[in-house]
């Protein structure tokens, strides 16, 4: 079995989510969603619309999806990785460079954005109604 492996706060899911969770999981049997936790995102100076327990259930809803683990720290990757037996890393491309040292321990794929659509988008427009 081929195990995909991503992260991030999935937050107001939007089609730029569902597009490049159906592509890891293209890649592979088994796509685990490292999904940054509220304490994690407060370290991240970001503020999440939606709490981990509800982004967590909504990423268990949809098909792509065969597992959520916390991502609590930039540092626990490597531990990830090995812990999981990953097989693929992905990450979108405005990431470019910055897990290649995961290389030595898995294949690093980074995925083209969607155009046009993020959370940061979607939070800006909703300012201005």
């Not at 990830?80 to 405005?94: A, K, N, P, S, T």
């Not at 690093?108 to 954005?113: G, H, Q, S």
């Amino acid at each position: 079995m081929k195990k995909v492996l991503t992260y991030g706060t999935f937050d107001l899911l939007h089609t730029g989510h569902i597009n490049i969770l159906k592509r890891a999981k293209e890649l592979g049997d088994h796509l685990i969603v490292g999904l940054s936790t509220d304490e994690f995102n407060l370290m991240k100076h970001k503020e999440a619309y939606h709490s981990y327990e509800d982004r967590k259930l909504i990423l268990e809803a949809i098909k792509y999806v065969d597992e959520v683990i916390p991502e609590n720290n930039w540092e626990q990757k490597i531990k990830d990785v090995l812990d999981h037996e990953v097989d693929i890393f992905v990450m979108g491309e405005d990431w470019k460079g910055h897990f290649d040292f995961l290389k030595e321990l898995c294949q690093v794929i980074y995925l083209p954005r969607t155009t046009g659509v993020s959370t940061t988008k979607i939070k800006t427009d909703l300012k201005r109604v």
